[in-house]
């Protein structure tokens, strides 16, 4: 699975672009048809306190998830986004198992 990483408005580092990829590649035991996720990291308004948010987009057969989550740290937001496309597509794997005679 292709992991594309856009950092809007910063200069991601290499620690966290490689967290990324690491949490990123879990999902791909959940669904393996997963071709490539897009993961888009910016900044939000300076008075907000949760102002890291993280978009994700996994691209694969049928319909594409899309998540998108903030939080007050990188890690935290990406930790949600991941955990939600988790639970998206464990949803989805057990409807298809639901609908099989």
Do not use: Y
Not at 29 to 44: T, Y
Not at 54 to 71: Q, T, W, Y
Not at 73 to 84: F, G, L, P, R, S
């Amino acid at each position: 699975m292709d992991v594309i990483i856009q950092s809007l408005g910063f200069k991601a580092g290499a620690e966290l672009e490689s967290f990324v990829t690491e949490k990123v590649n879990k999902l791909e035991k959940r669904a393996p048809g997963v071709v490539r996720a897009n993961v888009v990291l910016f900044l939000g308004p300076e008075t907000q306190t949760d102002n890291k948010h993280c978009d994700i987009r996994l691209e694969m057969p049928g319909n594409d998830p899309f998540v998108k989550k903030n939080a007050a740290t990188w890690e935290n937001a990406i930790m949600e986004a991941v955990d939600t496309l988790d639970n998206v597509l464990r949803r989805a794997k057990e409807k298809m198992q639901e609908k099989r005679p």
